[in-house]
């Protein structure tokens, strides 16, 4: 029977004729409804095929209480026949429906087998019945719905087509039934037709948002009472019903309907009437204004329900392909979720409802929707933060970073294991790094809460840089981003905190640390109680050590700006501030008359003194360590307050009349560059007005120095650079160009007082004049040095001894005995500026003689010094100087290690059952060093090589040899590269074991990491392997 139905609708609603059609008049369109309704009346009676059809129709007629027989508007007629054949097969598939749930017995469904079609259900239709029935719809909402709408609710149909035009001519709106007695048919009989799933799908993937425009047209329409053509309780129901439609549908659709239900901008409007999607809108009509108020409400009413915010993005934002247009939606749409509607009970319990649904936006994964979503929620979020920053802070970025504040705040009494778990701590850093540095959107309350975590982040950050992880980069950024766009004084003191010269109260708890996660990220938990006081200080201050090192990292990356120079420039101030204020803490305090409160806060404060100096003076050390001077120093002006701390510092010396730094070479050395420095900024060709204006800073402690200076050279340098100052550049000394060229080559200025820093003795004046004429000097002149008591001459001498070696002298050729037991010697003197010389010396030796010297060196690294008067106490510690000679050796080799390297390799596994084992340790370096230089010619000793370090991983005691047996693997690995399945192809899968043990098993947090290492270095290597890289090679093949 629904066969039947559908093909009386498709008499019904069969196409016109071609006359009619190229007419294209009304009068065609209501001879063509007519010629089909009496087709379709006269097929009822008189054909038999359609005798259940008209049956059931007269049954639906009956019921309807609206069908009017004697209405004088054709169109309304072919309406109320198409309203009617709708009914009778949605009353038809109703009751097939019923019948199949009470006809089919429970024990069919387990009769079916698994190669059974289910049975398909009655109310399923093909593709051309809907066709059938999706025209039959149209002609429904184009005849009898649309028609009837008051101007500005809903879209015109003479905007939509052609056709739309003609039927706004041809319907008779004055006859009965009236228009909005019409109207409510027409919408209460699609509502009913709704009720049936197939045929709601049908109805509102193309109509709803007529019939939408239709229910708030008759539920809401403001009219006069005598004018009115629907009872109370007629618009009530519409109310309901408009109430339970828009609660089913999909709510993203819902939005968009009702945005373009609220029509365009008013005309002559102002920019602030823009709303969203105005570039789409601007074809609407105005709507009225109680239709405007309605949808403003309902939309409202969408925003504030669970899952609100991402229905209204969605309903603008969805189909969106990420162009401009996106963006100024995604814009327009902040806009309206910042701004806080009129049906909201407060602002607070709108913010409270909304914000955790804009925080939801920041973690879509499809990258579009993501993107989009994602600029909208930092577009909110920074709208909020500037309108309400009070509230935003408490219910947007309090709930953001509450992980980093846990972080904080969290105690280990009563507190999990695990603090912040590795979920959290990720989408908290994702998130501000998307808020923060994507949103780029800088404001005062921006910049107050990113501070309060910013040491969080800075030891996560430190955390990273130790081990493999993906929140590494968004710290990065977090950081670099705050420290590029915070005023300077802010971005100052933040730094003085991140590197422990200014406390702070926002790191991680005492009792907390970063630990590494299952997924590449951190967690926070509860650190595991040291016994050992000695590996508690240890760890502390490796770790300081680390977090400066760190924040190096991080001010080298910032290239392009001044932040680093102010920060350098700054602790200079302060030492130099230091130091003219003087240090008491050497005085002898009267501690007679104090009470004992009283003297430990003496010694209390002076301890804290001497510790932040301490800091202050590592600080600079590492800054000076791991910048480039480029960064230090990038501006004249920068150069000039350089210089300026330098002086002063001069000057205070100078005011110390028994102080140390008065006349000490180092002192002197570094006044007279910082001067040459002056004179080279002085020197150039053209200098302004502001350079001289700048530099005038510098004629104060100029002045002192060309007054009190001890050294004769350095007044008169100082009083011609404050002459050339003053005058800015009228008066230019001789010297002044000489004084400049002494700056940009100091290492030879530097050279005639070249001494040790380890060494407590300054050099003898013999030393500066040997050096002084050292082109002169015969061979054995510097035998002799090599043996003079002074360390400086010593050490000097040992220098130009290897360079003869490495330059092939023809003295140091003939006497190489001599030379070698001379650098034996001094091997074992206590100064680190001899031995090292020592050690130098003996590398050149071996490199240039490998096969007199590397004998002598193996003998002497296995069984200790051999020369008769040698320190047997001291045995051990020239061993490992020997093993330190070695190892530089092996560097030196390059492609001769196959030929003189099986020696040594004998020589450093022996050395791996050393009963010391720092020996052990040393050996294995070595072994390390050798092996990946070895190539091919380590086949035959893989086994022996593997045996040995599997066996030193699992058994070794002490973590220190464990360690440098993992580091053996990883240079064997790294050296090996591409061969290592070719040389180790036989223990590869042991060594792999071995390491995989260490990661599961090994105690020691280092080694660990070194295994790690090692099996990346593996991984890599295999990847080649499996998946070689492709080449496109053009082979060139020669016929015979």
Not at 437 to 444: A, F, I, Q, R, T
Not at 784 to 794: F, G, I, Q, S
Request: overall charge negative; charged content about 20%.
């Amino acid at each position: 029977m629904t066969s039947a139905i559908l093909a009386a609708i498709n008499i019904l609603t069969r196409p016109f004729s071609a006359a009619s059609v190229q007419a294209s008049q009304p009068e065609a369109l209501l001879a063509a409804l007519g010629a089909n309704r009496t087709l379709l009346l006269e097929q009822l009676q008189g054909d038999s095929s359609l005798e259940a059809v008209r049956s059931l129709r007269e049954q639906v007629k009956t019921s309807s209480d609206w069908f009017c027989c004697d209405t004088e508007d054709p169109t309304w007629s072919f309406v109320q026949e198409c309203l009617l054949l709708l009914l009778t097969l949605t009353q038809h598939l109703s009751d097939e429906l019923e019948h199949l749930q009470q006809a089919t017995p429970p024990s069919a469904e387990r009769r079916s087998t698994p190669d059974m079609a289910p049975t398909l259900p009655p109310d399923v239709l093909s593709i051309s019945q809907q066709k059938a029935l999706e025209a039959t719809l149209q002609f429904v909402v184009s005849l009898g719905l649309c028609p009837y709408l008051a101007p500005g609710v809903g879209v015109a149909l003479g905007r939509r087509s052609a056709f739309g035009a003609i039927v706004e001519k041809v319907v008779l709106k004055e006859v009965l039934p009236t228009a909005g007695r019409r109207l409510l048919i027409t919408t209460k009989v699609l509502l009913q037709l709704s009720q049936l799933s197939t045929l709601a799908t049908l109805v509102f993937t193309r109509h709803l948002g007529d019939v939408m425009a239709a229910l708030c047209q008759l539920g809401y329409e403001p009219c006069r009472d005598e004018y009115r053509q629907l009872s109370a309780e007629e618009c009530r129901t519409c109310k309901e019903a408009l109430r339970n439609l828009l609660s089913k549908v999909y709510q993203p659709i819902v939005v968009k309907e009702l945005l373009i239900l609220q029509g365009g901008p008013k005309q002559q409007s102002g920019p602030a009437g823009t709303s969203v999607g105005s570039s789409g809108r601007a074809g609407l009509g105005s709507a009225p204004a109680w239709l405007r108020r309605l949808c403003g409400q309902l939309l409202s009413e969408r925003l504030m329900q669970p899952h609100g915010v991402q229905a209204v993005v969605r309903a603008v934002l969805e189909g969106g392909t990420g162009g401009e247009s996106d963006w100024r939606k995604c814009d327009a749409v902040a806009r309206i979720l910042a701004a806080c509607p009129q049906q909201a009970a407060s602002v607070e319990d709108y913010f409270r409802l909304v914000c955790p649904q804009i925080l939801d936006l920041l973690h879509f994964r499809d990258k579009l929707t993501a993107l989009q979503f994602q600029r909208v929620a930092t577009r909110v979020v920074h709208s909020m933060v500037q309108e309400r920053p009070s509230l935003a802070q408490r219910c947007l970025l309090g709930p953001l970073l509450e992980p980093l504040h846990r972080c904080t705040s969290t105690s280990s009494d009563g507190c999990p294991r695990v603090a912040v778990d590795e979920s959290e701590m990720t989408c908290c850093v994702e998130d501000v790094y998307k808020i923060w540095v994507v949103g780029n959107s800088p404001s005062p309350t921006i910049f107050r809460t990113l501070e309060e975590v910013l040491p969080v982040i800075f030891t996560l950050f430190c955390f990273t840089k130790q081990n493999v992880s993906h929140l590494r980069a968004p710290c990065q950024e977090i950081l670099l981003w705050y420290l590029s766009h915070a005023e300077t004084s802010a971005a100052l003191s933040t730094l003085r905190q991140l590197s422990g010269l200014q406390t702070s109260k926002k790191d991680v708890a005492a009792d907390f640390c970063f630990t590494v996660g299952s997924n590449g990220g951190a967690r926070l938990c509860c650190k595991e109680i040291c016994s050992d006081e000695d590996d508690e200080l240890y760890a502390k201050l490796s770790g300081e050590q680390w977090r400066l090192e760190c924040l190096t990292m991080l001010l080298a990356e910032l290239k392009d700006s001044d932040l680093p120079s102010d920060f350098f420039l700054d602790l200079l101030q302060e030492l130099t501030s230091w130091k003219a204020a003087g240090d008491g803490d050497e005085e002898e305090v009267d501690v007679s008359a104090m009470t004992l409160l009283e003297v430990e806060q003496q010694l209390l404060g002076r301890t804290k003194r001497r510790a932040r100096r301490l800091a202050l003076l590592q600080v600079l050390a590492v800054m000076v360590e791991g910048l480039q001077h480029t960064q230090l120093l990038r501006k004249t002006m920068q150069v000039v307050d350089f210089m300026v701390s330098l002086f002063q510092r001069a000057c205070v010396g100078l005011h110390e009349a028994c102080g140390p730094d008065v006349g000490h070479p180092v002192e002197s050395q570094t006044l007279s560059m910082g001067m040459g420095l002056v004179a080279t900024l002085l020197s150039a060709p053209q200098l302004s007005v502001e350079d001289y204006s700048s530099m005038s800073r510098l004629l104060p402690p100029l002045q002192t120095l060309s007054q009190q200076h001890p050294d004769e050279v350095i007044q008169e340098l100082a009083s011609n650079l404050r002459a050339v100052i003053a005058t800015h550049g009228a008066f230019r000394p001789e010297n002044l160009p000489a004084a400049a060229s002494s700056s940009r080559k100091p290492e030879k200025a530097a050279e005639s007082h070249e001494f040790p820093a380890s060494s407590s003795r300054p050099p003898r004046v013999a030393g500066k004049s040997s050096t002084a004429d050292s082109p002169n000097k015969l061979f054995s002149d510097w035998l002799l040095e090599a043996c003079d008591p002074d360390v400086p001459t010593r050490a000097f001498a040992l220098r130009i001894l290897t360079r003869m070696v490495q330059h092939k002298n023809p003295e140091a050729i003939q006497d190489q005995e001599k030379v070698l037991l001379l650098f034996l010697e001094n091997l074992e003197h206590e100064d680190s500026f001899v031995y090292l010389s020592a050690i130098q010396g003996l590398a050149a030796l071996a490199d240039s003689y490998p096969d007199q010297i590397l004998d002598r060196l193996l003998k002497d690294f296995q069984t200790g010094p051999s020369l008769p008067l040698s320190n047997k106490e001291r045995s051990l510690e020239t061993r490992l100087k020997v093993g330190e000679v070695l190892m530089r050796a092996s560097r030196a080799m390059g492609e001769l290690a196959p030929h003189l390297g099986r020696p040594l390799v004998d020589v450093f596994l022996q050395g791996t059952r050393d009963p010391d084992h720092s020996v052990r340790a040393s050996s294995l370096s070595n072994l390390g060093e050798l092996c990946q230089r070895l190539n091919y010619a380590l086949g035959p000793l893989a086994q022996e090589l593997s045996s040995c370090l599997t066996a030193l991983i699992k058994t070794e005691k002490e973590a220190e040899v464990r360690r440098a047996a993992i580091h053996v693997i990883a240079e064997l690995l790294r050296g090996l590269a591409d061969k290592t399945t070719q040389v180790l192809s036989d223990v590869l899968l042991d060594l792999y074991r071995a390491l995989k043990w260490v990661v599961r098993s090994d105690p020691d947090e280092v080694a660990v990491l070194h295994a790690q290492l090692a099996l990346e270095e593996l991984d890599d290597v295999m990847r080649r392997f499996i998946f070689p890289q492709q080449k496109l090679e053009k082979k060139i093949v020669v016929l015979p």
